[in-house]
């Protein structure tokens, strides 16, 4: 059975920084693509940054500010978070994408922007 557990959340002022973590365990084929979403109260989960081998995107309104990092060897994958905003408040989550184009979810950690 396949797990995959978020960590790093919290409550953070605007301008402030956080890192996010995301470990996967258990029998995984083949990881090709490790992603964040995110999700805020009365929106749809939306695509922040994604990584591939040798490639990385975000959306446009994190460029500059945020980085997303892997450890393939340890399955996990990272997300730091700079210059934060109040518009950046919601629940993050991670996927896996296998090989077999198998997607697994963590279960979200929430992040607050505010002062």
């Known amino acids: 059975q396949v797990q995959v557990v978020e960590s790093g959340g919290g409550l953070v002022q605007p301008g402030g920084s956080l890192r996010l973590s995301c470990a996967a365990s258990?029998?995984?084929?083949?990881?090709?693509?490790m992603a964040w979403y995110r999700q805020a109260p009365g929106k749809e989960r939306e695509l922040v940054a994604g990584?591939?081998?040798?490639?990385?995107n975000y959306a446009d309104s994190v460029k500059g500010r945020f980085t997303i990092s892997r450890d393939l060897a340890k399955r996990t994958v990272f997300l730091q978070m700079n210059s934060l905003k109040p518009e950046d408040t919601a629940v993050y989550y991670c996927k896996f994408v296998s090989l077999r184009n198998n997607n697994y979810w963590g279960q979200g950690t929430q992040v607050t922007v505010s002062s």
């Open positions: 990584i591939t081998s040798g490639t990385t």
């Open positions: 258990g029998s995984i084929f083949s990881i090709t693509v």
